[in-house]
């Protein structure tokens, strides 16, 4: 079955950077869009950041210029490197797939923590 696993979340400094990763398993990878969601406590879950197949991104205004989100498709694996955080961008952060009719696949989320 499709699995996605994030790592690479924890606490960090306003103005710090970290690097997630999302490795997928179970699943053509290298076909599939791939996003980064967040959700904040109290808030509703947000799309942060979307890669095509093709390569192709897309970014909330709210993380534009500070946030990358990239592929390594022989790793199977999407990442979003976050620079210049916040303490708005702790939440909760989830990569999610959709695979056509078989539907959407989430992963189990990394905390982001950033202290002010």
């Known amino acids: 079955q499709v699995q996605l696993v994030e790592s690479g979340g924890g606490l960090v400094q306003a103005g710090g950077s970290l690097r997630l990763s999302c490795v997928a398993s179970?699943?053509?990878?290298?076909?599939?869009?791939m996003d980064w969601y967040r959700q904040a406590p109290g808030k509703q879950r947000e799309l942060v950041a979307t890669?095509?197949?093709?390569?192709?991104?897309n970014y909330a205004d709210s993380v534009k210029g500070r946030f990358t989100i990239s592929r390594d498709n022989a790793k199977n694996t999407v990442y979003l490197q976050m620079n210049s955080l916040k303490s708005e961008d702790t939440a909760v952060y989830y990569c999610?797939?959709?695979?056509?009719?078989?539907?959407?696949?989430w992963g189990q989320g990394t905390q982001v923590t950033v202290s002010s």
């Open positions: 999610k797939t959709n695979w056509g009719w078989r539907g959407d696949y």
């Open positions: 179970g699943m053509v990878f290298s076909i599939n869009a």
């Open positions: 890669i095509t197949s093709g390569g192709s991104t």
